[in-house]
């Protein structure tokens, strides 16, 4: 399964009184695994952000004023999502209605496949009813670094939440999924990050590699896997 982890950034938190988004940063998963692709904007709002926004995520007005507004990335944040990607996010229907409103300015169609959409939000408070479950919480309670995360930002929030979220399907007890590591705050940007994916090795045993091969056999017309199936010497 493809599934798309991202965050946005906004002036604010109403759709409805002219809020906009300020920031996108998403990457991509493949089975919760992350691939390495990643999407990252700053968008200039074309309105004025409010003190009280800035003193939550630190994107000045002056650090937006040469970006790209939202209809130049636009098409190019939907070649990111593609037909197959589901969207992974923290409280979705906020995110998912600032992209859609950003997508309808455009003239482009929104995301209303309700199917399409996980809310980690959701997933934590059925698992973990009456507690905190902000991205903050969570990030304590599956003992995540989150050390860098001294403002909101859309990049790193999502990186983090795919450590959550991963965390939050496998288990408080399983293995971490990426370390963010060395992030070095700049003037004209919050944070420049260095993911490392943790590769996870398995042994197969010959018993496996032939229930896997007859199973191949049976159910898929000249099946690719066999031409690059795994050697053991067991």
């Known amino acids: 399964m493809r599934e798309i982890c991202f965050d946005t950034e906004t002036t604010g938190t109403s759709v409805e009184n002219g809020d906009r988004v300020i920031e996108i940063g998403a990457l991509e998963l493949i089975d919760h695994i992350p691939t390495g692709k990643t999407f990252h904007e700053y968008i200039n709002p074309e309105r004025e952000v409010p003190a009280e926004a800035i003193a939550i995520h630190g994107i000045t007005n002056e650090q937006l004023a040469d970006k790209p507004k939202f209809y130049e990335i636009a098409k190019k944040w939907i070649d990111f999502v593609g037909d197959d990607g589901v969207f992974v996010a923290h409280n979705a229907s906020f995110d998912m209605n600032f992209i859609?409103?950003?997508?309808?300015?455009?003239?482009?169609?929104s995301y209303e496949d309700k199917d399409r959409i996980i809310d980690t939000l959701a997933i934590a408070r059925k698992k973990y009813p009456g507690q905190h479950n902000s991205l903050d919480a969570l990030c304590k309670r599956f003992d995540i670094d989150n050390s860098a995360r001294t403002y909101h930002?859309?990049?790193?929030?999502?990186?983090?939440?795919?450590?959550?979220?991963y965390k939050l399907i496998y288990g408080d007890g399983s293995a971490g999924l990426f370390a963010v590591e060395n992030v070095v705050k700049t003037q004209k940007t919050k944070s420049n990050l260095n993911v490392k994916i943790i590769e996870r090795h398995f042994d197969v045993s010959a018993e496996e590699l032939a229930e896997h091969r007859a199973f191949l056999e049976k159910n898929i017309k000249n099946p690719i896997w066999l031409n690059n199936e795994v050697k053991t010497d067991a």
């Open 153 to 165: 930002g859309a990049l790193l929030d999502a990186e983090l939440l795919a450590e959550v979220y």
């Open 100 to 109: 859609n409103m950003e997508l309808h300015k455009c003239g482009y169609k």
